[in-house]
């Protein structure tokens, strides 16, 4: 008699794991496939002179305008942060974005060429986006950078 309630437990107990490590993965799997989108991290300038602040955003998976420009987009609006200065003129747009064996063109409109307050001068914003955008994006070699349509900077390969 008490080897068949033994066995009885140990069935129960079995299915009660078995239950249990099923929700635990169907739990994992809907967690995953519902993330709100990739951690990317962003670089910018501090207001405090040589220093600089990280920030970590979490962007969504499959923005219209491709991860690059989008990311791109987001770098140009600025940190979300006090006490932090932006890369480039407010205002500044993305005009047109795409890469092509290792090279990102990048197209920037020319509103990034007006000087404004809180503000690095220009090199280094522009050092500070190529930063940012291998940092995020270790297939991107090289950046070759237009304004207003005008060729004006190509980065230093890897």
Do not use: H, W
């Not at 078995?18 to 993965?25: N, Y």
């Not at 197209?107 to 503000?119: A, F, M, P, R």
Request: aromatic share 12%; charged share 25%; hydrophobic share 40%.
């Amino acid at each position: 008699m008490k080897l068949r309630n033994l066995s009885k437990e140990i069935i129960l107990s079995g299915v009660l794991l078995a239950f249990v490590l099923f929700s635990f993965l169907f739990s994992l799997i809907c967690y995953e496939s519902n993330r709100s989108g990739l951690r990317r991290t962003f670089i910018f300038p501090s207001a405090d002179e040589g220093k600089y602040v990280i920030e970590y955003r979490n962007l969504s998976k499959n923005a219209v305008q491709g991860d690059i420009e989008y990311f791109i987009d987001e770098l140009l609006l600025g940190s979300s942060l006090e006490r932090t200065k932006m890369l480039f003129t407010a205002g500044t747009a993305v005009e047109s974005c795409f890469e092509r064996k290792g090279v990102l063109y990048l197209n920037l409109s020319d509103k990034l060429l007006e000087i404004g307050n809180g503000v690095v001068d220009i090199k280094d914003g522009v050092k500070l986006l190529e930063d940012n955008v291998k940092r995020n994006f270790p297939r991107i070699d090289s950046i070759e950078l237009f304004i207003g349509g005008k060729y004006a900077f190509e980065s230093q390969n890897l």
